[in-house]
């Protein structure tokens, strides 16, 4: 149990477009989902936590309009890069907060694979 | 406020010798604790964790971590690797609202034959 998945995996844009991320937790619901940001041999910088039915809650630094999150779902959370550029290039990974005991989980987060954006 | 330090970026060791990676924090309240391997282009994989209760916490794939808290180290050991043990591993601290992570900046384990 608790499993964490993204798609895509991988992504191509060209800079100026827009390209969305999502992130679902397969056998759980997840109230609370967080976004991080990992640069090429980095930890993962916190970017966000996204909340179901409210807004998400930036991390300083972090522009909310240009990375746009939305919790829809108790099993779904996206992120959207928003005018990418080639500096918004990195790995994006999801995690997720299983309530206490799913997967036999307390108090961990669960991880999804990644996904490595490359803006040209 | 918490913080993480990871002194090694970089750790080679050979195969089957012994490894200790150091993780050492920083809270002014109690905190949960946490390691994690990245392979490479994957996620984080959870490894171990400490939550209370004995010092010594046995993870997967033969690792293990001690809690100093006199010391506020956490530091992981094997005591003998493979090469397959070659990834990315951080450590962790959330407070005991079980929310935000906050990551140490990654050693990076490299085993040789």
């Known amino acids: 149990g608790a499993v964490v998945s993204q798609h895509p995996s991988r992504v191509i844009c060209k800079s100026g477009t827009s390209v969305k991320i999502e992130c679902r937790s397969l056998?759980?619901?997840?109230?609370?989902m967080f976004w991080y940001r990992q640069f090429p041999k980095k930890s993962l910088m916190l970017m966000a936590t996204?909340?179901?039915?409210?807004?998400?809650?930036?991390e300083q630094g972090v522009e909310k309009d240009k990375f746009l999150i939305n919790h829809a779902s108790l099993t779904l959370s996206t992120l959207t890069v928003t005018s990418a550029h080639p500096e918004d290039s990195s790995f994006y990974i999801c995690?997720?907060?299983?309530?206490?005991?799913?997967?036999?989980?307390?108090?961990?987060?669960?991880f999804g694979p990644g996904t490595r954006l490359t803006v040209t | 406020a918490q913080s993480v330090t990871q002194l090694d970026s970089q750790v080679p060791v050979f195969e089957e010798a012994p490894v200790e990676l150091r993780c050492n924090y920083s809270?002014?309240?109690?905190?949960?604790l946490f390691w994690y391997v990245q392979y490479p282009n994957q996620g984080l994989q959870l490894l171990l964790k400490?939550?209370?209760?004995?010092?010594l916490v046995k993870g997967i794939n033969g690792f293990e971590a001690e809690f100093n808290k006199s010391q506020t180290s956490f530091h992981l050991r094997k005591p003998s690797v493979h090469i397959s043990d070659t990834a990315e591993y951080f450590c962790?601290?959330?407070?005991?609202?079980?929310?935000?992570?906050?990551f140490g900046t990654g050693t990076r384990l490299k085993v040789l034959a």
């Open positions: 056998d759980f619901q997840a109230t609370t």
């Open positions: 809270s002014s309240v109690s905190v949960y």
């Open positions: 962790a601290v959330s407070d005991m609202e079980g929310y935000k992570y906050i």
């Open positions: 996204s909340n179901e039915g409210s807004k998400a809650t930036y």
């Open positions: 995690s997720a907060d299983p309530p206490a005991g799913v997967g036999g989980a307390y108090y961990e987060q669960y």
């Open positions: 400490y939550l209370s209760g004995s010092t």
